[in-house]
């Protein structure tokens, strides 16, 4: 055999042991947008009108640059209240009344708020921009790994799933193996002294082991605060789990939900 025939069927070897890597990479990313959109579904209640406005969002979206994906730098936070001592209930429907008509807060008020509500010393960075108004996406760093943490404030749901707000009944089961050391899957239910009814829930493992906190806070104003505090990134689209449990505790999370600063 020839140098050149040696060449010619190394070439066809690796080639039928390893596939193309562009369509596999296409193949993950398609996925990641799958999985991002149906958390934003998932959030605003999964009714057919949400759906709809998050199709045309992205539609839109989709023609504008997104400068901030690519925004490194972070942004040091400053002190933030203590932990919330909200008496807990069995709530027995949601609160109806109509939100103010306030413009959606812009990530740069978000930011702030949240800015103000965390602990002292920590860092946010990778911000994305291309969520559309009303909502924050942002990596939390306190030191002990990146953690996403995904915040929307909007109206409450009018149907779908959340309306009323409640815990399944056996609770959620993990989709892979949960990390070792993870907290265990909950769910509360509580009415706050507002009368804003909220599910404060530790939820379950997806397929790569990734959960998180998830509070939704329904509020008497119609205004409904979602937060979601993951114990993972995503890179860009795709969890990456590099910790057992999400940064800080329910209770820290609960003040940042319930804090009044969030208008729809």
């Not at 690796?14 to 799958?34: D, F, K, M, N, S």
């Not at 969002?57 to 925004?71: E, F, R």
């Not at 929307?152 to 056996?170: E, F, N, Q």
């Not at 909220?198 to 998180?212: H, I, K, L, P």
Request: proline share 10%; charged share 20%; glycine share 10%.
């Amino acid at each position: 055999m020839t140098d050149e025939e040696l060449a010619e069927f190394m070439k066809r070897a690796v080639a039928e042991v390893y596939p193309a890597a562009g369509p596999l990479v296409t193949r993950a990313e398609q996925q990641g947008r799958r999985l991002r959109r149906r958390r934003l579904v998932w959030i605003f209640g999964g009714n057919a009108a949400a759906v709809l406005a998050i199709a045309a969002l992205a539609a839109a979206l989709s023609h504008l640059p997104t400068a901030g994906d690519s925004d490194r730098s972070a942004f040091k936070l400053g002190a933030g209240p203590g932990a919330s001592t909200s008496e807990q209930a069995q709530p027995s429907a949601s609160p109806t009344a109509t939100p103010s008509p306030e413009p959606p807060m812009t990530e740069t008020q978000m930011l702030a708020v949240l800015r103000s509500l965390l602990p002292p010393g920590s860092v946010l960075t990778d911000m994305r921009s291309n969520l559309g108004p009303g909502s924050l996406e942002v990596n939390y760093n306190d030191g002990n790994g990146l953690a996403d943490i995904m915040i929307a404030v909007g109206p409450i749901p009018t149907a779908g799933p959340l309306t009323g707000l409640s815990c399944p009944s056996p609770l959620w089961t993990n989709e892979g193996t949960r990390p070792a050391g993870a907290l265990p899957i909950s769910c509360q239910m509580r009415t706050l002294p507002d009368g804003s009814v909220e599910r404060d829930s530790v939820m379950y493992a997806d397929a790569v082991g990734f959960y998180g906190y998830d509070i939704y806070d329904q509020r008497p104003d119609g205004v409904q605060v979602f937060i979601q505090v993951g114990n993972g990134y995503f890179d860009p689209y795709l969890p990456v789990v590099d910790r057992a449990t999400p940064p800080g505790s329910m209770a820290l999370w609960e003040k940042v939900a319930e804090s009044p600063a969030w208008h729809e």
